[in-house]
């Protein structure tokens, strides 16, 4: 399993971004996938899952209404469009297989690098 996301940077409070995870290795439009962060000294938090097919979703009370996932299977992407960021969305994110969050959420061997999302005026 490789996974590697982009899009992340600095951005002030109300604007937007949208991370991009290239995955490999395995069979990307067969796997229910997952966003997940993690702030400085905080545990990580899942924010949102995608069904393999794109059609069903689900957000944390945190995000949802601002946050969108999204995939293109055939282009092994999984995105997250975040709008109207706030100071506490400050943290790394992981794009990972749901699969592998639900048997641990802090085991972060199967998930990418991540990448840094930091809000600040």
């Known amino acids: 399993v490789q996974l590697v996301e982009s899009g992340g940077g600095v951005v002030q409070p109300g604007g937007s971004l949208r991370l991009s995870c290239v995955a490999s290795g395995f069979g990307f439009g067969y796997n229910d996938m997952s966003w997940v962060r993690q702030a400085p000294g905080q545990g990580p938090e899942w924010i949102s899952n995608?069904?393999?097919?794109?059609?069903?979703?689900h957000y944390a009370n945190s995000v949802k209404g601002r946050f969108t996932i999204s995939r293109d299977n055939g282009r092994y992407t999984l995105y997250l469009q975040m709008n109207n960021l706030q100071p506490e969305d400050t943290a790394r994110y992981y794009c990972?297989?749901?699969?592998?969050?639900?048997?641990?959420?802090?085991?972060?061997?199967?998930w990418g690098q991540g990448t840094q999302v930091t809000v600040s005026a």
């Open positions: 995608i069904n393999f097919d794109g059609t069903s979703t």
């Open positions: 990972a297989r749901t699969e592998d969050v639900r048997r641990s959420l802090t085991d972060r061997s199967s």
